[in-house]
């Protein structure tokens, strides 16, 4: 197998079936583009830099028909240096392929002086491509949050398939908990380590850290943690999460 084919091929496998909630019927997830780039300040730059230049960003995409494309800043909370030795994180999301593509056009046509602004604050020594399904759509909306990113393998001769199968029982389980947040499942795409060891990236935000204090003392101390790895603990295996706080850039949709 090459390596492109490699890095694809969980894509591949989600692109392949998921089940209705409704009627078990397989059917194709929709999966939308989700790039992430892991950058240093230079030398006399801050996070103040950074956001000095949002007023002209945001201009500069919402003034543009062509652009959807929201982004956030990510900064760590929780983490090990060995798994992210960058200062911060840069997450932005089209809500397809086309506007992805063609955003980016525009960016590289018209962007002009305002790219080598941002060129001049960081440095972004990794640049990675997700296809990103959605999971759980929390109803509670922020500028702001945390997210939480483990790596996980599917294990025992899983499928993607029987992952499908346990997120209605874990979604159903979260419903009876009316717990808030949202769950997504990152793919690995372009620009990901051609010697991967993982077959997904488990994503989950929450609105605040009140928010994810109180799901997570319902999850440590209220049988979510028996619940999920009676749910997954056969299917799936995940390390430990990382614990970014996430503060949104702007952008439109």
Same mark, same amino acid.
């Given at each position: 197998?090459?390596?492109?084919?490699?890095?694809?091929?969980?894509?591949?496998?989600?692109?392949?079936?998921?089940?209705?909630?409704?009627?078990?019927?397989?059917?194709?997830?929709?999966?939308?583009?989700?790039?992430?780039?892991?950058?240093?300040?230079?030398?006399?730059?801050?996070?103040?830099?950074?956001?000095?230049?949002?007023?002209?960003?945001?201009?500069?995409?919402?003034?543009?028909?062509?652009?959807?494309?929201?982004?956030?800043?990510?900064?760590?909370?929780?983490?090990?240096?060995?798994?992210?030795?960058?200062?911060?994180?840069?997450?932005?999301?089209?809500?397809?392929?086309?506007?992805?593509?063609?955003?980016?056009?525009?960016?590289?046509?018209?962007?002009?002086?305002?790219?080598?602004?941002?060129?001049?604050?960081?440095?972004?020594?990794?640049?990675?491509?997700?296809?990103?399904?959605?999971?759980?759509?929390?109803?509670?909306? *922020?500028?702001?949050?945390?997210?939480?990113? $483990?790596?996980? +393998?599917?294990? !025992?001769?899983?499928? =993607? @398939?029987?992952? #499908?199968?346990?997120?209605?029982?874990?979604?159903?389980?979260?419903?009876?908990?009316?717990?808030?947040?949202?769950?997504?499942?990152?793919?690995?795409?372009?620009?990901?380590?051609?010697?991967?060891?993982?077959?997904?990236?488990?994503?989950?935000?929450? *609105?605040?850290?009140?928010?994810?204090?109180? $799901?997570?003392? +319902?999850?440590? !101390?209220?049988?979510? =943690? @028996?619940?999920? #790895?009676?749910?997954?603990?056969?299917?799936?295996?995940?390390?430990?999460?990382?614990?970014?706080?996430?503060?949104?850039?702007?952008?439109?949709?």
């Amino acid at each position: 197998m090459n390596l492109i084919s490699k890095a694809l091929l969980p894509l591949i496998l989600a692109l392949s079936f998921n089940i209705s909630a409704d009627d078990h019927v397989p059917e194709a997830p929709y999966l939308f583009p989700l790039e992430t780039m892991q950058c240093n300040f230079n030398e006399n730059k801050d996070m103040d830099d950074l956001m000095k230049l949002q007023g002209e960003w945001n201009k500069f995409i919402q003034g543009n028909e062509d652009i959807a494309y929201a982004a956030w800043v990510i900064t760590p909370l929780y983490r090990s240096a060995s798994d992210f030795t960058n200062d911060i994180a840069w997450l932005g999301v089209s809500p397809s392929w086309t506007a992805f593509g063609k955003g980016y056009q525009a960016w590289f046509e018209e962007a002009g002086r305002l790219a080598e602004k941002f060129n001049e604050v960081y440095t972004c020594d990794t640049r990675q491509m997700f296809a990103t399904q959605s999971i759980r759509q929390s109803e509670n909306t *922020s500028d702001s949050g945390v997210m939480l990113v $483990s790596n996980c +393998s599917l294990i !025992n001769d899983a499928t =993607l @398939m029987d992952v #499908a199968m346990a997120d209605q029982k874990w979604n159903a389980y979260l419903d009876s908990q009316n717990s808030n947040g949202s769950i997504f499942r990152w793919y690995p795409g372009p620009g990901t380590p051609t010697d991967l060891d993982y077959s997904f990236k488990y994503v989950q935000t929450a *609105s605040s850290m009140s928010a994810w204090g109180e $799901s997570s003392e +319902s999850f440590v !101390n209220g049988g979510g =943690l @028996m619940k999920q #790895a009676e749910i997954f603990g056969n299917i799936v295996s995940c390390d430990s999460a990382r614990f970014y706080a996430i503060n949104a850039y702007g952008g439109q949709q």
